[in-house]
């Protein structure tokens, strides 16, 4: 039984955020996900804690898997640097570095991918996914889109799926997901506010 599906989980979050500092419990909060995924895209902020990551998700039975840290000191693909990654796949893992030309994508400076409040992170997030944002924050959601679309088999690399995520959202198809979701697991009118609001 995973840790989140325990009750106990749930009196950690209020002495974390009064802690204000990295603890274990950021290493515990991806690796205790309640769907027991057997595939998944998991970032770190340091380097060093990748292979052990990796590890622990091997250990939890996962089949396939990308633990990635981008530069400067980011939990997921760079594109204002390098990023280096271990994918594992039948147990078996495999190095991975790479920069952001290597999938055909612009490097940017790490202050061009920063957000804000909820509501400016809401208004990116909606121009990106209904493709009115072609700047540097779509080449890092195309990244990092490309590295889950190569773990769930639907790429045989990561050029393959950054063009993928890419059809997906010209095509209108990665909005269209966020509305199922939405639908499926909140208040479709608060989307359609927003969107009506940021874009």
Do not use: W
């Not at 773990?151 to 990665?174: M, N, Q, T, Y």
Request: overall charge negative; glycine content about 10%.
């Amino acid at each position: 039984m995973h840790l989140y599906s325990t009750p106990a989980i749930h009196h950690a979050s209020a002495p974390r955020r009064e802690i204000a500092i990295r603890t274990v419990f950021n290493c515990l909060g991806p690796l205790t996900n309640p769907a027991d995924a057997q595939a998944q895209l998991l970032g770190v902020t340091e380097k060093e804690m990748v292979p052990l990551m990796a590890e622990a998700l091997r250990e939890l039975g996962c089949v396939r898997a990308m633990v990635v840290h981008g530069e400067p000191g980011m939990d997921e693909f760079s594109t204002a640097g390098s990023t280096y990654a271990l994918s594992l796949c039948s147990g078996m893992f495999h190095t991975l570095s790479c920069l952001p030309e290597d999938l055909g994508l612009h490097r940017c400076r790490a202050e061009d991918l920063s957000g804000g409040s909820p509501e400016e992170n809401a208004r990116i997030a909606i121009k990106l996914l209904r493709g009115l944002d072609r700047g540097p924050r779509l080449d890092l959601v195309l990244a990092n889109a490309a590295a889950a679309i190569l773990i769930g088999g639907c790429a045989k690399d990561l050029r393959e799926g950054v063009e993928a995520a890419r059809a997906s959202v010209e095509s209108g198809s990665a909005y269209m997901k966020l509305r199922l979701l939405v639908e499926t697991c909140g208040n479709v009118e608060r989307l359609e506010e927003a969107v009506a609001r940021y874009g």
